[in-house]
């Protein structure tokens, strides 16, 4: 008996078979990524608070040595906090009652004797400079457009950006003080997340890395009141018009490092010009000196061993953390990258290779006394002084 074959429209109308694949996905996994999406949603936008929070952490890191220097003293934590507030709102009655009347009386001063300070300021430049001349008329005419528009939206503007800072101030303030009557029972609560495994490194961490944020903010702030009160001495015996505002503008500068110094530098050297050629030659060196006094001298004794960052790193640092946040960025960028060291120490070592750890141990005992051996060595691929010594003592 035949077999029938197939015809070609019935191969073509038999379909393929077809391997499904069932794709199963755990409730679990699905919270996971709804959740996540949901803490980087909030992250983005509670990111200003958390800015204001890690301000106010780094506040409080400060303080919490003389709260610890108290209770050694048997004084309650309570009372050390409130100790502490008391002191805070003191500084700012002495700022308001002592610091504001001049302030504002300089500032308006120097609002309604602008155009004639430029004229000062332009007849004592040499007329073979023009672009020099077009710099500073560039220079004063955008200030006076932005200080002498007195509309009334301008200051109501004025007003809101006075109120806001006020009240950033207040809630930094207020945060510190919770952080340091509560945070070491948050920070516990926090570590208690952490496997035990790592508990005790991430401890060490923590208070290393806290040494590193004193030393940090405690030296800049104590260096910015320094700077403001040698300015103010400075200009007022020069008699240069807005002293008081420009040693506040040179204390904020301060914090900037690098190019704080130019930024507070150019009014200040502009006023002073206003008065005599020499008045501004004065202070553009008293200026420079005092910089190089500051950089050389007093901030490597405020900050001992606990701060060593190279030059070129600031540098980076700041167009890294200026581009990213701005002012506040450029001061929270410097703890991080002088506590990277930390960081490596204890939870990097595991994964680097032995040879990088020495190299990088070598080069940071180098950048403290200025030799370039240790740099010549990593360049050339050669081992260092203590590696040979290490080695031998081995081998015996």
């Known amino acids: 008996m035949a077999t029938e074959r197939p015809t070609g429209a019935d191969v073509i109308a038999t379909p393929p078979p077809r391997h499904e694949r069932d794709l199963h996905l755990p409730m679990t996994t699905i919270v996971k990524v709804i959740a996540s999406a949901l803490g980087l949603w909030a992250v983005f936008l509670l990111w200003p608070e958390f800015l204001l929070f890690l301000l106010a952490v780094l506040m409080a890191v400060t303080l919490y040595p003389a709260v610890r220097w108290m209770e050694g003293r048997r004084i309650p934590r309570g009372l050390s906090v409130v100790i502490i507030a008391a002191f805070a709102v003191a500084l700012l009655a002495v700022f308001v009652m002592f610091v504001m009347p001049p302030l504002t009386a300089q500032l308006t001063h120097l609002l309604q004797n ?43 503007a004025w007003g809101q950006s006075a109120a806001s800072g006020v009240v950033v101030t207040i809630v930094i303030l207020v945060l510190t003080l919770y952080l340091l009557l509560h945070g070491k029972s948050l920070y516990a609560w926090i570590l208690a997340f952490v496997p035990r495994t790592h508990r005790e490194k991430l401890a060490t961490t923590m208070h290393e890395v806290s040494d590193v944020v004193h030393a940090y903010v405690s030296g800049q702030l104590l260096a910015a009141l320094l700077f403001a009160v040698f300015t103010a001495v400075l200009l007022t015996i020069f008699r240069v018009p807005a002293a008081a505002p420009l040693a506040i503008i040179a204390g904020f500068c301060d914090v900037i490092p690098v190019l704080g110094i130019l930024l507070a530098t150019v009014p200040a050297v502009l006023l002073a010009l206003a008065v005599s050629p020499i008045a501004a030659a004065t202070v553009a060196v008293a200026y420079v000196a005092y910089h190089l006094f500051e950089t050389y001298f007093l901030l490597p004794r405020i900050y001992g061993n606990k701060l060593k960052i190279s030059s070129l790193s600031v540098l980076l640092a700041l167009l890294i953390g200026g581009k990213l946040q701005g002012i506040i960025g450029v001061v929270l960028v410097l703890p991080l990258v002088a506590a990277y060291p930390i960081i490596e120490r204890h939870w990097l070592s595991g994964y680097l290779s032995a040879r990088v750890l020495a190299d990088h141990k070598a080069l940071a005992k180098a950048a403290e006394t200025g030799s370039e051996v240790a740099m010549d060595e990593v360049l050339h691929g050669e081992k260092h002084a203590s590696e040979i010594v290490s080695s031998s003592g081995g081998n015996k």
Do not use: C, N, Q
Request: proline letters at 7%; hydrophobic letters at 40%; zero cysteines.
């Open 114 to 156: 602008l155009p004639e300070f430029r004229v000062r300021v332009l007849s004592r430049i040499p007329d073979r400079y023009p672009g020099l001349h077009k710099i500073i008329r560039e220079l004063f005419e955008s200030t006076s457009l932005s200080m002498t528009a007195g509309t009334l939206s301008r200051w109501f």
